[in-house]
């Protein structure tokens, strides 16, 4: 019984500490691509929390438990905030893949082909790259990266302690108009083919009025584009899966 006494103390500080560390884990981890997908069951992204409280725990220092109920509502929602910040960050190099397959798809007039056949309704190049993107990432170790980052973000965001507003406000929008530019990066092959078709378009019809340009240009931009999507996939996936792994190193740091 002594002993039992003796450790009760110290089984109360390991649960409180799995707790306050997986508030955080569990809001950043509904966010993360290929383990946060809305096709993923809830009891998968619940097992995938714990797994990962598993890991962040031993490497955080413990919080000492608040007293008043107030402070703990308080602390909870400061973690969950926390949490979904760093979640939305990363977040958004989803919504940068995608958005770079819609610009493409609408370039090359492939914007309709399988364009509602999901969760998130998107031309299928997003698709594409989007299903591509998620296993490149995963195989280069998305799970490790990811332990690392929340471990990270105790340095830049303690526990129990709210990021001023104006930081956080700044943070997200410079991260937002990261995601911009790097989804129009993405499909900068895609643009430029369909400036160099739409001109030589314009000079055909000049030059050939009575043609049917139209007919006889459509499947030149679709082949054009399928072809030109099979050649710079490799090279749009993996400057993607660098730009993700920045971010992932050091979240708070310069944009490059």
């Known amino acids: 019984m002594t002993g039992l006494a003796q450790l009760l103390p110290l089984l109360n500080e390991a649960l409180w500490h799995g707790f306050a560390v997986f508030l955080r884990v569990a809001a950043i981890t509904s966010m993360l691509p290929a383990f946060g997908e809305q096709t993923v069951p809830a009891r998968i992204k619940l097992v995938l929390a714990l797994a990962f409280t598993l890991i962040v725990a031993p490497a955080v220092v413990p919080y000492q438990m608040p007293i008043d109920f107030g402070d703990v509502t308080l602390f909870i929602f400061t973690e969950v905030l926390a949490g979904l910040a760093l979640g939305i960050g990363i977040r958004l190099f989803i919504l940068a893949l995608q958005t770079a397959g819609t610009i493409a798809a609408h370039s090359t007039s492939l914007s309709q082909v399988f364009g509602g056949a999901g969760v998130d309704p998107m031309p299928a190049m997003g698709y594409i790259l989007i299903i591509g993107g998620l296993a490149l990432a995963v195989m280069t170790g998305l799970h490790v990266k990811a ?67 139209a007919f006889v240009g459509a499947p030149v931009i679709t082949a ?15 400057v993607w899966v660098a730009a993700m792994d920045t971010f992932l190193a050091n979240p708070f740091g310069p944009i490059p």
């Open 147 to 213: 332990a690392e980052l929340v471990i990270l973000s105790y340095d830049f965001m303690p526990m129990g302690r709210f990021t001023a507003g104006s930081v956080l406000s700044e943070w997200g929008v410079a991260q937002v108009a990261r995601a911009f530019t790097l989804a129009f990066t993405l499909a900068a092959p895609f643009i430029i083919l369909s400036v160099l078709y739409n001109v030589a378009l314009g000079a055909i019809n000049k030059a050939m009025p009575q043609l049917m340009v």
């Open 224 to 238: 054009g584009g399928l072809f030109l999507l099979l050649v710079s996939s490799p090279l749009i996936l993996s």
